[in-house]
C-alpha cells in the first residue's frame, strides 16, 4: 500500500512537471506561457462561438494589430473570468476585449474542458486554484490526493495527453490565432429553437470581467455572434442590451444559411464573412 | 455496488477486517455476517429486490427440505415444479414480460391487426438470470439425491447471496460452494496471494481492457453508418475483448475476493480466444453457464445420446436457450443461433471433442494450423458479437453488410479523437500477457512476479478509465 502511495506521488510529479514546461497544447497552457509585458492590441473570449467565428490573422492582416480568438469549445463566463484573470496576472497587456454574450448570460457556471486543463496547475497558479476552489466540486480531492486529478480527468489530461505533451505534439490548433475553422453547410431543417424568453437578472462573471477592465485600463465590448436566419433571437437580445450598454448585436448579421455549418455555428466561409464585419462594426 | 468502484473498496476493507477478526472463531458468526454483507451489497442498488432473493432463498430452502423429506415421485416432482415455476415466472416476468407483449403487438402488426397490450415498464433487478439459475441448480440436485438438504437456512441463504458472485456469477453450483460454508475457514497466506493477483487482473481487464475497449467500440457502434471497412472490422475486434476483459475481469475479481474470504470458486473462463475450434470455445468461456445448460438441460433433452438429428436439434435449442438468457432481444438469440450454426460442422464430422489440452504453437506444419485455427475461430466469434453489441437485428446486418460491401481500409480517426487503430497497441499487449500465461490464472508468476505485479498496478493507475464510469456488461444479464 505505500508503495502504491508512493508511486502515486511520483506520477502526480512526474505528469505536473510535463505540464508545466509543455509546449501549448490548449489556450489555458498558451495563456500561461505568454511572456509578460507582451502586449496584445485585441482579445476575444467565449464559446465555440468565437473559437470557430473569428479569424485573428485575417484582423492582423487588415488592421495590423495583434488579435488572439481564445473561444473555447463550451466556455462559460467563468471561464472567460479565469483566461482574463490569467492573462491580467501574467502581466499581459490588452487594449481592447471583446467578449461573446448569448444566453450564456444566464449562466453562472464553468466548462468542464477549461476546469479540467486547469487541473495539473492547482497547486502552483493561486489565479487557477481559486477559480478551482470555486467551480471544482471535487477541488479538496484534486489539491490533496496525489494522482487524483489526472486518474478521474484521464480523458482530458491523463496518459495520452501527458505522452503527446511530453513529445511536444503540436495541437492541430494554431494558438497564435486561436482560430478553428468548421466544414460543411448546415441541413436545410437545421433551424432549431431560440434564445430563452427570460433573462437572468444580473451576472456576477460580467461584474467581475468589468472590475478587472476598468482596473486594468482595458476596453470591453460585449457582442452577440450570428445565429441564423429563423432562429429566434430579438426579445433576449433586447433584453441584453439593455443589460450590456457596451453591447453589439450581430446575431442576424448573416442571413445566408450556405454561411453556417449548424444553427449555432458559421462555417470557415462564414466565419471569414463575420470577421470583416467585426472589423467594420467595431473599428479594429 | 461495482467491484471498480471506492466504495467497494471501503465495503470490502471492512467486511475482510470483522469477518477475520473478531468473527474468526465462530463459523454460524462468519455466515451471518456473510449473509448480512451479501444484503447490504445487493441493497445498494436497489433494497426493494432484496425481497426478491429472499422470497427466491425461503421458496428453494423448504423446497429442499420437503424434497429430502418425500419419497413419493409424484409429490418430489410437483415440489419440483413449484420451485421451477416460481424461480423461471420470477425471470420470465422481470426479463421477458415485455419482450413477449412487444414481439406479440408486432406480429399482429406485420399481418395488419392492431392488437392492443400494453407493457409494464420494469426494472431488471441485477443479477436475477445468475442467482435464479443458482437456486435452481440446489433444488434439481436434490431432487436427482444427487445432494443432501441443508438444515442450516443461514448457510443456504449466504450461499444464494453471496456477493462476491452474486449479481455476474460465476454460477456456482450446490454441490461445490453450499458445503465451504459449513467448513471451519482457515487464512491461508499462499491462498489470499493468488486471489490479491486474481483481484489485480480483472481490474486490469476491465479498467484497462474492457473500458478502453468500450470508448472504441461505442463510436465505432453508435455511427456505423460513416465508418469504412477497416474501422467497422475493428469495432467488432474491440467488442471482443471489451466483452471478455469486461466479463473474465468480473468473474476473477469475485473468485479473488471469495478466495480472501476462504472460499473457493470454479473457473469461469479459460483463455478463450486461442481456442482452435468453437466447441472448444465453449468449453473455455463462462464455462460456469455452458456446464448448466449441459447438464440441466443437454443432457435431460437427451444430449448427444439419440440420432444424430436429435443431437443437432439439442445443440440447438440449447445455443437458442443460452442467447435468450442474455437478454429480451432477438440480438442476443440470433447471437445463439450463429454459435449453434458454427457448431453443427464440427457435431457432423464428430470434431467437437478435439483440442481437449492447452495449445502450444510449435514451428511446424501442425503449429501453423493450428495458428489459422485460432484466427478463424476468434474471427467467427467476432462476427457473433456483432449481433450481441447492435441495438437492433436490423443494425446488426446493416454493419456487416457495411463492413462487406464498403471496402475502403484506411485508418480513420474517430470523433474521440484518436485513430481506430490506437488501441491495437494496447491489445497485442494483453494478447502477449495472456499467451504466456496461458497454463496459470495470472501473468504473476516465476521470477517476474513482482515485476509483472507492479507493471499491471501501474497500468491500472496510468492507462485506466475511469472519467466514464463502465459498469459490468453482464450486470445488464
Given at each position: 500500500m505505500i508503495s502504491i502511495i508512493l508511486l502515486l506521488c511520483l506520477l502526480d510529479l512526474l505528469y505536473t512537471e510535463v505540464y508545466k514546461n509543455a509546449?501549448?497544447?490548449?489556450k489555458t497552457q498558451y495563456i500561461l506561457s505568454l511572456d509578460e509585458n507582451e502586449k496584445l492590441d485585441y482579445v476575444f473570449l467565449g464559446s465555440s462561438r468565437v473559437e470557430n467565428f473569428v479569424i485573428s490573422s485575417e484582423i492582423e492582416n487588415q488592421t495590423g494589430r495583434r488579435t488572439l480568438n481564445l473561444g473555447t469549445q463550451g466556455a462559460k463566463l467563468d471561464d472567460m473570468t479565469i483566461f482574463l484573470r490569467l492573462l491580467v496576472e501574467n502581466k499581459v497587456k490588452i487594449e481592447r476585449l471583446f467578449v461573446q454574450v448569448d444566453y450564456i448570460y444566464n449562466f453562472e457556471s464553468n466548462s468542464d474542458i477549461v476546469r479540467s486543463q486547469s487541473l495539473p496547475y492547482i497547486r502552483n497558479n493561486s489565479v487557477i486554484k481559486d477559480y478551482l476552489k470555486r467551480v471544482d466540486a471535487d477541488f479538496h480531492k484534486n489539491y490533496y490526493i496525489p494522482f487524483y486529478r489526472y486518474v478521474t480527468n484521464d480523458y482530458r489530461i491523463g496518459f495520452r495527453e501527458v505522452i503527446a505533451s511530453a513529445i511536444d505534439k503540436k495541437s492541430n490548433i494554431n494558438f497564435e490565432d486561436g482560430f478553428v475553422p468548421l466544414n460543411g453547410i448546415m441541413r436545410r431543417n437545421g433551424v432549431v429553437g431560440g434564445l430563452p424568453k427570460t433573462i437572468a437578472e444580473s451576472n456576477k462573471n460580467i461584474i467581475e470581467i468589468d472590475a478587472i477592465c476598468k482596473a486594468n485600463n482595458i476596453e470591453v465590448t460585449y457582442f452577440c455572434a450570428p445565429f441564423c436566419s429563423?432562429?429566434?433571437?430579438s426579445s433576449y437580445i433586447l433584453k441584453l442590451k439593455r443589460k450590456l450598454p457596451n453591447f453589439v448585436d450581430f446575431s442576424k448579421a448573416i442571413p445566408e444559411h450556405s454561411l453556417f455549418q449548424n444553427c449555432s455555428h458559421l462555417n470557415e466561409e462564414g466565419a471569414l464573412v463575420f470577421t470583416n464585419l467585426l472589423i467594420k462594426r467595431l473599428n479594429l | 455496488m461495482f467491484f471498480n468502484s471506492f466504495t467497494f473498496l471501503l465495503f470490502f476493507s471492512v467486511v475482510f477486517f470483522v469477518y477475520w477478526f473478531?468473527?474468526?472463531?465462530?463459523i454460524n458468526k462468519q455466515n451471518i455476517f456473510l449473509l448480512l454483507a451479501s444484503y447490504v451489497f445487493y441493497g445498494w442498488w436497489d433494497w426493494r429486490f432484496l425481497t426478491l432473493i429472499a422470497f427466491s432463498t425461503v421458496v428453494d430452502f423448504y423446497c429442499g427440505k420437503y424434497l429430502g423429506a418425500e419419497k413419493k415421485q409424484a409429490k418430489r416432482k410437483l415440489i419440483l415444479g413449484i420451485s421451477l415455476v416460481v424461480n423461471l415466472g420470477l425471470l420470465g416476468f422481470f426479463k421477458y414480460y415485455n419482450f413477449f407483449i412487444e414481439s406479440w403487438v408486432e406480429l399482429w402488426s406485420e399481418m395488419g391487426v392492431h392488437v392492443n397490450l400494453y407493457s409494464v415498464k420494469i426494472i431488471l433487478p441485477v443479477g436475477i438470470s445468475f442467482y435464479t439459475f443458482q437456486t435452481m441448480s440446489y433444488t434439481i440436485d436434490v431432487y436427482r439425491n444427487k445432494i443432501e438438504p441443508t438444515h442450516s437456512f443461514i448457510n443456504f441463504a449466504a450461499f444464494v447471496?453471496?456477493?462476491?458472485?452474486?449479481?455476474?456469477?460465476?454460477?456456482?453450483?450446490a454441490s461445490h460452494l453450499l458445503p465451504q460454508f459449513s467448513k471451519k475457514r482457515v487464512f491461508d497466506y499462499n491462498t489470499a496471494v493468488s486471489g490479491s493477483h486474481l483481484i489485480v487482473w480483472g481490474l486490469f481487464k476491465k479498467i484497462v481492457i474492457a473500458d478502453t475497449c468500450a470508448t472504441y467500440v461505442n463510436v465505432i457502434f453508435d455511427d456505423y453508418h460513416n465508418m469504412n471497412s477497416l474501422s467497422l472490422l475493428l469495432g467488432a475486434v474491440y467488442f471482443s475483448f471489451q466483452i471478455y476483459g469486461d466479463f473474465s475481469g468480473y468473474s476473477d475479481i469475485a473468485i479473488g475476493v471469495s478466495r480472501l474470504l476462504g472460499f473457493d470458486l470454479k473457473q469461469n473462463?479459460?483463455?478463450?480466444?486461442?481456442?482452435?475450434?468453437i466447441a472448444e470455445f465453449w468449453r473455455k468461456w463462462h464455462i460456469s453457464l455452458s456446464t448448466w445448460f449441459r447438464d440441466y438441460l443437454y443432457i435431460p433433452l437427451g444430449g448427444s445420446r439419440g440420432s444424430l438429428a436429435l443431437t443437432i436439434r439439442n445443440v440447438f435449442i440449447i445455443f437458442a436457450v443460452s442467447g435468450f438468457w442474455h437478454g429480451a432481444n432477438w440480438t442476443f438469440v440470433f447471437w445463439g443461433f450463429l454459435h449453434a450454426l458454427y457448431f453443427l460442422p464440427l457435431l457432423l464430422f464428430n470434431k467437437n471433442r478435439e483440442y481437449l489440452d492447452t495449445v502450444s504453437l510449435s514451428l511446424n506444419k501442425n503449429g501453423l494450423i493450428q495458428g489459422v485455427n485460432i484466427i478463424f475461430t476468434f474471427l467467427l466469434v467476432a462476427l457473433a458479437w456483432v449481433f450481441f453489441r447492435a441495438n437492433t437485428i436490423n443494425d446488426a446486418f446493416a454493419y456487416l453488410e457495411h463492413l462487406v460491401t464498403n471496402q475502403i481500409f484506411t485508418i480513420q480517426y474517430l470523433s474521440i479523437e484518436r485513430y481506430a487503430v490506437e488501441a491495437l497497441l494496447l491489445l497485442s499487449s494483453f494478447v502477449f500477457a495472456e499467451w504466456f500465461s496461458k497454463k496459470r490464472e495470472t501473468p504473476f508468476f516465476g521470477k517476474l512476479c513482482s515485476f509483472n505485479l507492479g507493471l499491471t498496478i501501474l497500468a491500472i493507475i496510468v492507462l485506466g478509465v475511469y472519467s466514464t464510469h463502465s459498469d459490468f456488461i453482464y450486470f445488464q444479464f
Open positions: 509546449f501549448p497544447r490548449n429563423g432562429y429566434k433571437t | 473478531p468473527l474468526k472463531r465462530n447471496s453471496f456477493f462476491p458472485q452474486l449479481v455476474a456469477g460465476p454460477i456456482e453450483r473462463f479459460n483463455y478463450p480466444y486461442f481456442s482452435r475450434n
